[in-house]
């Protein structure tokens, strides 16, 4: 419905718009636009369809701060936090896939950080293998751990044990 209310709307306009390009990597992108040092303007960037892929070159380099202020990646604080000492890389590691279970499940985080959840598994939330397979590549993508499938659906792998793997 949205495309052809989109159309509608371009040739109302008498504006004609081919078609969209769809993979691109935003990183790649990003490491190009760098390479040219602005000698060369991408025409699409004011385009409103394509503000989430100006949102991830910008996270890319570094010009979109996270949800606590830093605009580093998770791999790179976790790399700080392992140099100080082991514990906080632990925590910031919890702190992370909690966020991201909460984000994936619709629970509230203080559910995951409650004591009688301490021990309790990831499978035990309901994860299915959409929500396994989401979870796997964010795991790859944020943290370059691979996890295979069964070590995700383990039901000794708890959010804490997960924390300490990385």
């Not at 000698?39 to 996270?59: K, Q």
Request: with cysteine; charged share 20%; net charge negative.
């Amino acid at each position: 419905v949205a495309i052809i209310e989109q159309q509608t709307q371009v040739r109302q306009q008498n504006e004609y718009i081919d078609h969209l390009v769809i993979g691109l990597d935003p990183a790649e992108l990003q490491k190009a636009s760098i390479k040219v040092e602005g000698d060369v303007g991408a025409f699409w960037s004011t385009d409103p369809r394509f503000s989430t892929l100006i949102h991830s070159m910008n996270i890319c380099s570094g010009g979109d701060q996270g949800a606590d202020g830093d605009t580093s990646s998770i791999l790179m604080r976790l790399k700080a936090a392992g140099a100080e000492s082991p514990a906080k890389a632990i925590y910031l590691v919890r702190n992370q896939f909690i966020a991201k279970l909460s984000r994936l499940f619709l629970i509230d985080e203080a559910e995951f950080s409650a004591d009688e959840n301490a021990e309790r598994s990831i499978v035990s939330y309901g994860i299915d293998s959409m929500i396994g397979a989401e979870l796997r590549n964010w795991i790859f993508k944020e943290l370059t751990l691979e996890l295979a499938f069964h070590q995700l659906f383990s039901s000794s792998l708890t959010i804490s044990r997960f924390s300490e793997l990385v």
